[in-house]
Nanobody, 121 residues
Framework: QVQLVESGGGLVQAGGSLRLSCVAS????????MGWYRQAPGNQRELVATITSGGSANYADSVKGRFTIYRDNAKVTVYLQMNSLQPEDTAVYYCNTEVVTTTYYRHLEVWGQGTLVTVSE
């Protein structure tokens, strides 16, 4: 069993900042890329940012220059620093990763439960 637990969401005014955290736990042999996705009401889930195990990051055009993804491999944690937040960033943010489990070395895609970010005008 592998779990991702997000934290750090909340309500912030436009122009403000938040930092999201996502901790992985469970029967993990190895963990590959980690990422953040978001889903606004009425919209499909979309990629926000991903980061490889080596630290290479990729961002959606809408967040480039404002958001930073980074990870602490020792803590099996990925972070999303969000600056200059805008109302259009309002969404539920989900953590995602692919792991190899210690049980039978299965490749498993895992999603967190989501954390709500609300940006007011």
């Amino acid at each position: 069993q592998v779990q991702l637990v997000e934290s750090g969401g909340g309500l912030v005014q436009a122009g403000g900042s938040l930092r999201l955290s996502c901790v992985a736990s469970g029967s993990i042999f190895s963990i590959n890329a980690m990422g953040w996705y978001r889903q606004a009401p009425g919209n499909q889930r979309e990629l926000v940012a991903t980061i490889t195990s080596g630290g290479s990051a990729n961002y959606a055009d809408s967040v480039k220059g404002r958001f930073t993804i980074y990870r602490d491999n020792a803590k099996v944690t990925v972070y999303l620093q969000m600056n200059s937040l805008q109302p259009e960033d309002t969404a539920v943010y989900y953590c995602n990763t692919e792991v190899v489990t210690t049980t039978y070395y299965r490749h498993l895609e895992v999603w967190g439960q989501g954390t709500l970010v609300t940006v007011s005008e």
